[in-house]
């Protein structure tokens, strides 16, 4: 209602009966182009230049100076306004100006990751510099171009590059990560992320699609990968061809033992009883290598496990442990792991818990499962044993640290290298506490189910 | 049960491996034949033999037990070649390794092998596995009727 009255008596009163209004155009235009400064200027020069105008005219009532002051005083307050407003504008127009500048040298500047907007049916509307290092085509190569061009023949069969979209559409992103041609036809690994730009009614209207080279990572990993095949597949070599020999060794020596048994002297036999054991304990050794080898490549999947059947399997079938007495606190219950790491460990500490203990004693190895914390299980295993002095528990983890002299009964010195391998692969870890003569207790926490 | 007449073949190019397998045989009681070839070829020209004697002269085996690493033919290469022979599709095949290559397993299963067993690491143990064998295998287990000239 104001604005309007303002309006009416600007027009009726004020304005239409001077020259006040042809000035008007001139006070905007300076505003726009020069700002506050000008747009004031031109509206003091224009008022005075209304003002000299309207006096020389004859006859004219508006040439009373009590006629002139309302309509003057008006025109400088709308001409100072008018000034105000334009210099405004003319601001909010030079942030826009800036910040669209700031993002595009944003956009620009980043390097290795080709960013760029497609339109709804996937055709390129936008490119940046890393853009085209990574892909080789300059803007106006590409633009207009369907996003399909970066994907090998064998993905656009199976409608890939449409199913990456759709899925954007659908879900709001998309993430990949695959093969992609350059101009040249030469390939990129990309890992790339499409991200559906909607309007305010929820409507699709493109994607910004922001695309990473990670050839280079790629190229290694595949390398990496080659080799660890490779020595792994020299690792298999190795210990079937070291293996062979050294079952010769055994079975010719236990055959002459049993065949010539009557005729040979016992200090022979004993000779020969050791190059057998020897020979044994050199085959257990490479398995062992191998197990612990296998253990650091292989991947490993953690699900549900019954502890409790495991350990009735290893007491079942490992040998050894027959004239042990040993106490299973059950029900063990279900962890979350993985069936043959856990094997590993369980055989592993039963095997040492039985093996070293005092001359004259009968093993003895208690098993339970401490529940204290809801999420989590206590695997503990724990014996009469010899025990292991303070100083050496620090190390007893590491692959062939052997406490005892090496002999016939003394373990290959991978086994609880072994154990801390398998433990680990579950996310878990060792723990030992050792009373020297007393015994050992080893602990494994693993998620509870 | 397999017929005691019926032999068990073995392929393996170790010559010390034979050895210590003949000797399991003997200690493990075994009535069965052990016939022993030098590699995967020899097991296949072996049973093309047999195919042409029509188990004239000596009975077909009933069992094959294949080494994996062997010269001219390995002992998965073999077990395919078998398999693809229209008369011993359905022999039961064992494969004796040194090694525990898990993509030799999980291969020799896919080509249609019984079983895969680790070579034990002495005699004792090997006639013990030999002991389980015979009684699993040769008699425990059906064997379909003598392949049909």
Redesign the interface.
């Known amino acids: 209602m104001g604005i309007c009255t303002f309006v009416q008596f600007f027009a009726r009163d004020g304005l239409a009966e001077t020259h006040f209004l042809i000035y008007v155009p001139a006070v905007v235009a300076a505003g726009i182009y020069g700002g506050f400064g000008p747009g004031v200027l031109a509206t003091l020069l224009s008022a005075v230049a209304s003002t000299l105008v309207t006096a020389s005219i004859p006859y004219s009532t508006a040439r009373m100076p009590s006629r002139m002051l309302a309509p003057t005083i008006v025109f400088l307050a709308v001409g100072l306004a008018i000034s105000y407003f334009d210099y405004l504008l003319h601001q909010s127009v030079r942030a826009l100006r800036q910040s669209e500048q700031r993002f595009r040298l944003l956009i620009e500047g980043v390097r290795d990751h080709a960013i760029f907007l497609l339109n709804p049916n996937g055709v390129i509307m936008s490119w940046n510099a890393s853009a085209r290092r990574i892909t080789g085509y300059r803007a106006d190569e590409i633009l207009g171009k369907d996003v399909s061009v970066f994907f090998s023949s064998a993905d656009r069969d199976t409608g890939k590059p449409t199913r990456i979209l759709e899925t954007a559409r659908r879900t709001g992103n998309a993430t990949d990560e695959g093969w992609r041609l350059r101009k040249d036809g030469s390939r990129f690994w990309a890992e790339s992320s499409v991200t559906a730009i909607t309007d305010d009614l929820g409507a699709v209207v493109g994607f910004a699609k922001v695309t990473r080279d990670l050839t280079e990572r790629r190229l290694k990993e595949e390398a990496v990968k080659k080799l660890l095949a490779e020595f792994e597949a020299f690792s298999y070599t190795v210990s079937h061809d070291l293996r062979a020999p050294l079952r010769a060794l055994q079975a010719y020596a236990s055959v002459v033992l049993k065949r010539e048994q009557a005729r040979l002297e016992p200090s022979s036999a004993e000779l020969l009883r050791r190059v057998s054991m020897s020979a044994i304990r050199m085959d257990r050794l490479i398995q062992d290598l191998l197990t612990y080898g296998r253990l650091s490549r292989q991947d490993y999947k953690m699900y549900e496990v019954d502890l409790d059947s495991i350990v009735t399997h290893v007491i079942e079938y490992y040998a050894g442990l027959e004239g042990a007495d040993i106490l299973v606190h059950r029900p063990l219950g279900r962890v979350r792991g993985q069936d043959s790491l856990l094997t590993q460990i369980v055989s592993n500490l039963l095997v040492n818990a039985v093996k070293f203990v005092p001359k004259g004693r009968r093993p003895r190895v208690d098993i339970r499962v401490d529940r204290e914390h809801r999420d989590r299980a206590l695997l503990i295993v724990e014996d009469n044993g010899m025990g292991i002095p303070a100083e050496h528990l620090s190390k007893i983890f590491e692959p062939f640290v052997r406490l005892g002299p090496a002999n016939d009964d003394s373990g290959t010195g991978i086994g609880l290298a072994i154990v801390k391998k398998a433990a680990e692969r579950m996310g878990s870890n060792v723990r030992v506490e050792s009373e020297v003569g007393k015994g050992s207790r080893f602990m494994i926490e693993l998620p509870s189910c | 049960m397999l017929e005691p007449i019926r032999p068990v073949l073995y392929a393996d190019d170790?010559i010390?491996?034979r050895?210590?397998m003949q000797?399991a045989w003997r200690e493990s009681g075994i009535a069965n034949p052990l016939e022993l070839v030098e590699d995967g070829d020899a097991a296949i020209k072996f049973l093309e033999r047999a195919d042409r004697d029509s188990g004239r002269s000596t009975p077909p085996p009933g069992l094959i037990i294949l080494d994996i690493?062997m010269p001219k033919l390995n002992g998965l290469e073999a077990l395919e070649r078998i398999r693809a022979l229209p008369r011993w599709q359905a022999v039961p095949i064992l494969m004796l390794?040194?090694?525990?290559?898990?993509g030799d397993i999980g291969r020799a299963y896919q080509l249609g092998a019984n079983s895969f067993l680790l070579?034990p690491?002495?005699?004792?143990e090997?006639v013990e596995l030999v002991g389980a064998f015979k009684i699993f295998w040769l008699k425990y287990t059906e064997y379909p009727p003598q392949p049909s000239p």
Request: hydrophobic residues 30%.
């Open positions: 170790s010390d491996d050895f210590i000797e690493k390794s040194a090694s525990l290559h898990p070579k690491s002495s005699l004792d090997l």
